[in-house]
């Protein structure tokens, strides 16, 4: 028993190279790949000179991949450790920026950590998955669906969604509560708890708008209709969708597009960063970046698949998915197909915040690919 024992733990501590070789290399040349884009584009809405937002990303981009590297190497076992601490923690970063948070354009979202301006709920988006995977992953199957085990499970998500809307960010809030959501799917939840919850929000969504903000208000009249203040409120998605259309089929060339050059779209280097980059290279480089992220989420996926921990396996799966969502929602919302919600590109947008969220995330991904022999008890 003892030999059984101690060879099975020989064979969880793996040697440097055994790490190396267990790397999933597809999945780390994509994100190489999709970091050398998001530098380019970048690059171009500095007006093609290596200006603030450029040198910043580059440094950002280099920084928080080798972190993404280093994480790799740490056992998934930690991870599934640090899942309620990680949790506390960010909770406790939420609290700390409703207190003392920096305030800028109306929102106290930010937090002075003397090193960094850090927007915990970015970070949010990752760790509360990593804290339902710990929590789902010692349950037995049927007690997945007791009505201790939801409400339990919707108290961990609408917890820090309430500390991100009185920020005010609802579209941040919004996305961290997809994020619980998406493991709770993969956890075993009944399906009809989603469709009856679903049904419920339709129903109480008049009363919801009663409740928003005016700017919040506003957003949803100018994504019903954006030519009721083509000069004001709908002017950002006019000119997002001028310049996207207008790319065509091979888009207007590096460092050509006249929309972002000549200033008549906003925020080009952060949520609407997929319009500039679609302008200059067309539906064509824009179905390349689209496969770029279709390969990473379906490595991620198989990386999931491959493991025998649970917990992995639901990181993996549900860490996939939000990538998947905040993808989808960034590009409708560039497109007119959904309001306006502040939602990056990941990777692409600029945002120290976002990128080292979501580099955490790969990190771990690729920890769980790495140790993929590892059994959590």
């Not at 790490?19 to 584009?41: A, E, M, Q, W």
């Not at 409703?98 to 301006?117: A, D, H, V």
């Not at 989420?297 to 921990?309: F, K, L, Q």
């Not at 939000?322 to 919600?341: D, H, R």
């Amino acid at each position: 028993m003892y030999i059984y024992q101690h060879s099975r733990l020989k064979t969880n501590r793996l040697s440097f190279f055994q790490k190396f070789r267990n790397f999933d290399y597809i999945l780390l040349f994509c994100i190489i790949i999709l970091g050398f884009i998001s530098l380019i584009t970048m690059y171009s809405t500095d007006g093609g000179q290596a200006l603030f937002h450029t040198k910043s990303h580059f440094t950002k981009l280099i920084v928080f991949t080798i972190m993404m590297l280093i994480i790799s190497f740490i056992n998934i076992k930690y991870w599934f450790a640090l899942g309620y601490l990680s949790y506390l923690m960010v909770i406790g970063l939420l609290v700390g920026t409703y207190l003392f948070g920096i305030t800028s354009s109306g929102s106290q979202r930010w937090i002075n950590l003397y090193f960094i301006n850090l927007q915990p709920s970015e970070l949010m988006k990752v760790f509360i998955i990593l804290c339902l995977a710990k929590y789902f992953h010692r349950m037995k199957l049927e007690n997945v669906n007791s009505i201790y085990t939801i409400l339990t499970s919707l108290i961990i998500i609408m917890l820090p969604m309430g500390l991100v809307i009185v920020q005010p960010d609802l579209g941040t809030s919004l996305l961290i509560g997809i994020s619980g959501i998406a493991v709770l799917w993969f956890a075993g939840v009944n399906h009809k708890y989603f469709i009856y919850t679903m049904l419920g929000f339709v129903i109480s969504l008049p009363f919801i708008i009663a409740f928003l903000k005016p700017y919040q208000k506003l957003r949803v009249l100018t994504f019903l209709n954006p030519d009721r203040d083509p000069l004001g409120a709908g002017y950002q998605i006019i000119q997002s969708k001028i310049a996207v259309g207008s790319g065509g089929i091979f888009g207007k060339g590096f460092l050509k597009g006249t929309q972002s050059y000549l200033e008549f779209l906003p925020e080009k280097h952060t949520d609407f960063i997929f319009t500039l980059f679609s302008e200059e290279f067309g539906f064509v480089g824009s179905a390349i970046l689209l496969i770029i992220y279709a390969i990473i989420i379906y490595r991620i996926v198989v990386i999931g698949a491959s493991c025998r921990s649970y917990f992995a396996k639901i990181f993996c799966y549900s860490f996939g998915a939000a990538i998947f969502v905040f993808i989808t929602i960034n590009m409708s919302m560039v497109l007119g197909l959904l309001p306006i919600v502040g939602s990056p590109l990941p990777i692409m947008s600029y945002g120290g915040s976002s990128m080292l969220a979501t580099m955490i995330g790969f990190g771990i991904v690729m920890s769980a690919r790495v140790h993929n022999q590892q059994l959590i008890a």
